[in-house]
Nanobody, 122 residues
Framework: QVQLVESGGGLVQTGGSLRLSCAAS?????????MAWFRQAPGKEREFVTA???????YLSDDVKDRFIISRDSAKETVFLRMNSLKPEDTAKYYC???????????????WGQGTQVTVSS
């Protein structure tokens, strides 16, 4: 049974940083899976943020690519999202997801965590 557990969210001021973690279990072998971060703001649809599989990474936009860093520790089956220079528009619930293909579509990720809230104050 696949389980993804996010942590690290919280309240931060504009320009601050946070590091989200996603602890995975039940992915065998975990290193072959694509791991992604999505986010959903109130009243908006869930959107892709970034993903990693092997040495490949995808990002939502150049702006996200410049400020966010996705990484993984395969030995610990954990994926991280380091978010720098946070903006109020980054406020959302952030979800970790796992799938077999590196993609931007949520349809490609059948496994999801419960999410962690990130709030950026102006």
């Amino acid at each position: 049974q696949v389980q993804l557990v996010e942590s690290g969210g919280g309240l931060v001021q504009t320009g601050g940083s946070l590091r989200l973690s996603c602890a995975a279990s039940g992915l065998t072998p975990s290193s072959t899976y694509a791991m992604a971060w999505f986010r959903q703001a109130p009243g908006k649809e869930r959107e892709f943020v970034t993903a990693i599989r092997g040495g490949l990474r995808l990002y939502l936009s150049d702006d996200v690519k410049d400020r966010f860093i996705i990484s993984r520790d395969s030995a610990k089956e954990t994926v991280f999202l380091r978010m720098n220079s946070l903006k109020p528009e980054d406020t959302a619930k952030y979800y970790c997801a796992a799938g077999t293909r590196l993609a931007r579509s949520s349809d490609e990720y059948p496994n999801w965590g419960q999410g962690t809230q990130v709030t950026v104050s102006s």
